[in-house]
């Protein structure tokens, strides 16, 4: 079983409640876990709660109901903090269910002095963690802090809910953590559970299925978005990426589009490199954009040192939209490549491409059925199965990122798999392919690959469905462009 991040967990969680999935399963389902887990290592004796305000929290007052159904234990929780101040609604419920639970006793302790005084540390059989989640960052505060203390100077046994409180597992420094003897996890290993220092922290680490969906893992979601890189306060221009689109000549539709889609994801500069011949008009599209005029009515190899001096102040090249495939255009998109840090190829660019790319830049691809056939020399299978296997396969034979388009989108770096289901019928208008190389290229400039061409898909096909519940199969590129940012504002 492979082990996943904490914040990838988060995103589970989060996909998880977007397909319908009430988050309070997921909280029973863990405290049960943990219940049972007491259970299997004492028959009978002393257990003490010590729970936060978040959904650690809410894990451990689960537990605590469960294990005071059973009369051979003595059950007591403390609460950190007041319970006006609990963090989640599901963490909330299920706190107000404890005072008719039997617990032997229940009580908020806000003050760390109160917490240093309280009687009932000693002679617990077993001391339940579960202070903190897995997104600490840094010294924990008080009470948090005291708690730590006194759980770690206990002479009882110690099980930790998810990971130890104030153990950080993405791998950033320990200030100060709870020391336990058992760590129960859940869904998956965590990768800071697996790092070299992490068992003097985390003791004996279990893996505790909590019933999540399949689909909350290998389908996108919202919770993939959150975990996005999105502006600040802090931010200035240029921060949240700065994107080329090179395209045009042949068509001027499909670069606009391109662009368009980009800012509005919210990419901070686009500029738009287009023969001469339809620079103008792609101009004339918004006042927006930044937009370079290239010698010659097609891309053509006198083009390479202009762009070779853009690529150097983008974060990502989007290559591809409207170039048509003129035995120049296509030697010059092969000669670009291996100048570019990251890069978004598309449309009349796959055509005829030679992979591996020849350089240390990441890529991302973005063909339908008919582009990948080509690419691959074979034909694409119905089977869902057997499209995942061919696509992975080919990310990983040529060292890209595989985004192949279809009703059910599959998205591969070779490693990782994804699927995407959202978008309609009506999105099989002209255009809408080229909305979705913007939105990539808009995340690839700030996010890694596999998140930025997993993430754009969802978001596409999600404006998409937005605009038929609009337009129906009138709709229109545009129309999908004009959503974007509802779908990204209706997450983050």
Known sequence: MSSITSSKMRAIDANCAYIGMNPLQL???????????????????KVLFVAGRGNNGGDAFVAARHLAMNENYDVRL????NSSRIRTEESKQNFSLLSYSGLTELREIADSKELEKYSGWKDNDIIVDGVLGSGIKGAPREPESTAIDLINSSDSYIISIDSPSGYDLDGGEVVKSVVADTTITFHKMKTGLELPDSEKYAGLVKVAPIGVCRDAEEYVGIGDLMSLAHRNKYSHKGNSGRVLVIGGGAYYGAPAL?????????????TVAVPENVADTVASFSPNLIVIPLEGDRLNPSNIPVLKNLLETHDVAVIGPGLGR????????????????KAVVDADALF?????????GKFILTPHSAEFSRLSGSEVPKELDSKKNIVRRFASDKDVTLLLKGKIDVISDGSVTRLNRTGNSGMTVGGTGDVLTGITGALFAVNDAMSAGSCAVFINGSAGDLAYEEKGNGLLATDIIARITDVILGVL
């Open 78 to 81: 403390i609460l950190l903090g």
């Open 27 to 45: 909280m029973e389902n863990a405290g049960a876990a943990i219940a049972r887990e007491i259970t299997s290592k004492l028959s009978s004796g």
């Open 258 to 270: 391109a662009a368009m889609a980009a800012l509005r994801t919210g990419a901070d500069i686009v």
């Open 352 to 360: 005829g491409l030679t992979l591996p790319v020849k350089s240390e």
């Open 326 to 341: 003129e035995r120049e255009t296509l030697e010059t998109v092969e000669q670009l490549l291996p100048f570019c840090r």
